[in-house]
């Protein structure tokens, strides 16, 4: 192959070298397109055809299918791993050794306190706030009672910004569902894992002990492994374009947080359910949504299916659901959901109009079914793949800082009004 690009504009021929990634992914190398070719950009509306950076985090092949941490397969990490040694390894690159972990996991609880004030906070938004608002909110907030911006050229400085959200953040998660069902807001427990902790500050009764249960400690793990990282999304894009302002990592956090609410994004596990539970209350009949999906004419899509890169099965959606199997046998759930979205699955798969588009089940598609399962409100879904991606938005917000990228500014194209004169207000 050669090793650069020819654009012709007016018979003159600028030469771009192009790049290759270490799975064998080409990139041209438009850097300096603008000043050779005097002033012409690219274009591309929603980035389909362009790379913001270069990223040694997360390797996925949409067409075949595969994800990859720094190059373990999704697979193998939902199975053997926990989600901190998957956060470790997304943050730092490397799987932790025992000892690692156990530093990494003493630090991450030495954090695991927020100031009471931030209750304050908590009590004055209103019930009906969307949790993943009140969550943006308080993970902006954060950054007012830890003042301190970070010297990212200072890796325990760093090191101590990362420990420190991954401790707190678990508490704003379990908090902003308590406030809104009422409970009195509470924090974990030392002896417990991270996951076990989320359990606890989530479902916690005031008057009993929490019982774990090793099936949904299992699913929620793996649950948030898979959501952990997803190379240059909406939130993750986000999370670096705020932070190569140089921002703090928490408002760059915050930021993404806000990026993964929209409904063609993180909020899509709600929508999911949303529809599930629409189409079953209007008696079931999942063709008349089918064909819905496909008229042009009607704004209809099927929630939790298709994505901007898998062209293919969506590995985390196999192994979710899967999981979700094995926690609605667990808790003797019968969940008519469940039949509506097999249904609809099933349907999809084989109409012409999904083959065609290459439209399959996203990760999206069952994780709403197991969350529901779990216990946890319809509203919260987005806010548990939060938490989930927090180690990958720190790893991107990280490896930017690191790699010392400018700030992002994309061009455009103008094609307002060329010059007019000013008209005073009498003359228009
Ligand atoms: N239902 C019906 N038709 C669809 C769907 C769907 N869910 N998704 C895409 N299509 C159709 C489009 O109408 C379009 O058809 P056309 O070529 O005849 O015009 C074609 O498939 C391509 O769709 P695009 O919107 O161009 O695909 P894009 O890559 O931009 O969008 C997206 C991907 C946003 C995920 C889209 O598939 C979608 O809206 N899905 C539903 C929402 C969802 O599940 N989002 C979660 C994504 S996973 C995540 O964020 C974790």
Avoid at 175 to 204: A, C, H
Avoid at 227 to 234: F, P, S, V, Y
Avoid at 392 to 411: D, V
Wanted: aromatic content about 8%; overall charge negative; charged content about 25%.
């Amino acid at each position: 192959m050669s090793d650069k690009a020819i654009v012709e504009i007016d018979g003159n021929k600028h030469e771009l070298p192009l790049i290759k990634g270490t799975e064998n992914e080409v990139a041209i190398d438009i850097k300096a397109l603008r000043s050779s070719t005097g002033g012409a950009i690219t274009i591309d509306p929603g980035y389909k055809n362009t790379g913001s950076c270069e990223s040694a985090i997360t390797f996925l092949d949409g067409e075949k299918g595969i994800l990859r941490y720094r190059g373990y397969s999704i697979e193998e990490l939902a199975e053997k791993a926990s989600f901190l040694e998957v956060a470790y390894l997304l943050i730092f690159g490397e799987l932790p050794t025992g000892e690692e972990l156990d530093k990494f996991y003493t630090d991450i609880k030495s954090h695991a306190v927020v100031d009471e004030d931030v209750k304050k906070i908590i009590d004055a938004f209103p019930k009906a706030a969307h949790p993943m608002g009140v969550l943006s909110s308080l993970t902006s907030a954060l950054t007012a009672f830890n003042p301190s911006t970070v010297d990212v050229r200072n890796n325990d400085e760093m090191y101590n910004a990362i420990v420190k959200i991954l401790g707190k953040f678990p508490v704003l998660v379990a908090w902003t569902m308590r406030k809104k069902q009422g409970l009195p807001l509470i924090y974990g427990d030392d002896n417990l894992s991270y996951v076990e902790n989320v359990l606890k500050m989530m479902f916690k009764s005031p008057n009993s002990e929490y019982e774990q249960n090793p099936v949904l400690i299992d699913a929620l793990n793996k649950l948030l492994i898979l959501h952990a990282d997803h190379e240059q999304n909406c939130s993750a894009s986000t999370v670096r374009i705020t932070g190569s302002s140089h921002a703090g990592l928490f408002v760059s956090l915050s930021a993404g947080i806000s990026a993964l609410w929209g409904p063609l994004h993180g909020g899509a596990n709600q929508a999911v359910l949303e529809m599930l539970e629409a189409i079953k209350e209007d008696g079931g009949d999942t063709k008349k949504y089918m064909a819905k999906a496909k008229d042009k004419e009607d704004p209809f899509r099927l929630m939790g299916f298709g994505h901007r890169v898998y062209k293919n099965f969506d590995p985390r959606a196999r192994i979710i659901k899967k999981a979700a199997d094995e926690v609605l046998g667990d808790l003797g759930i019968e969940d008519p959901i469940l039949d509506v979205a097999k249904g609809l699955e099933k349907e999809a798969l084989e109409d012409q109009y999904f083959v065609d588009r290459k439209l399959y089940p996203n990760v999206d598609f069952y994780s709403g079914i197991i969350y529901r399962a779990m216990g946890i409100p319809v509203e919260m879904f987005t806010v548990m793949f939060a938490l989930g991606r927090l180690p990958g938005w720190i790893a991107q917000w990280r490896e930017m800082r690191l790699r010392k990228e400018p700030i992002g500014r994309p061009r455009q194209l103008y094609v307002g009004e060329t010059y007019r004169p000013f008209k005073s207000l009498s003359e228009r």
